[in-house]
């Protein structure tokens, strides 16, 4: 399978809508596809626009150039910033946010190194497929740096002491590891076969009822609210979703051996 249809990447951020997915890949190989601020907007603009269209079902985030999915935060944009204003706070396109916010499925498609903030955003996604030959790892204790969801996700998603392994020493995690853990959905032995692995995925969530779909995502987000809380929020969501058409129209097709049209209302 070809990276996007086989089209050429332009700009710092290739998107696509293809089969009811939008890709957004990364385009900066040059420098491990770190994370600057034109980039950071880049992201938040496109997964706003993403959430927005109809025919997106779910976001799918990779890497161009085959060495990383991304390598984190661009140090040597924030050692210049530093220098010119230190000590000072910035206001960095919030990223972390626009995935925490996203209402649709998205799945991290990791081919070579997730570092950092990348290692980040693949820990907000729902989903995450990786090639052998990737690793993970979170090594900002080593740069006297403290991540966000790094420090926040992690502990939910794999056992707390990999997690605090991987926090404290800032050694990076084999994919292989990190798939045995259950923080890896699948892991493929080339990128070719990665990125078939997370169309197919994304295919496979295009099927389901896109209102639905996006409920069921805001439930499995509350893994961390007391078990009473979460069911509240999901008893919620239920009430919403029967007053749908698409509550209506899925039993209706099965009943009539058909494909059901979600109309998202």
Known sequence: MADHGGEPLSGILSYEVREGAAWLTFNRPEVMNALDAPLRQAIVEAVATADR??????LVFCGAGGRAFCAGA?????????????????HAPNIFTALRNCRKPAIAAVDGYCLAAGLEMASLCDI????????FGLPEVLRSMMPDPGLLEL???????????LLLTGKPMPARRAYEIGFIQALLPDRSAMLA?????AAEIALAAPLAA???KQVLRCSDLPLEAAALRR???WTSLQATEDRLEGPRAFAEKRKP?????
């Open 53 to 58: 269209d109809d025919d997106v079902a779910a």
């Open 74 to 90: 661009d140090l040597k944009e924030i050692a210049a910033r530093d220098a010119s204003s230190p000590g000072r706070a910035t």
């Open 128 to 135: 995450r497929v990786a090639t052998e030959a990737s690793s």
């Open 155 to 165: 502990p939910r998603l794999m056992p707390a002491g990999e997690a605090a392994r």
């Open 197 to 201: 692995e997370a169309a197919r995925i």
């Open 214 to 216: 996006e409920a069921y």
């Open 235 to 237: 008893a919620a969501l």
């Open 261 to 265: 049209v979600w109309r998202r209302r």
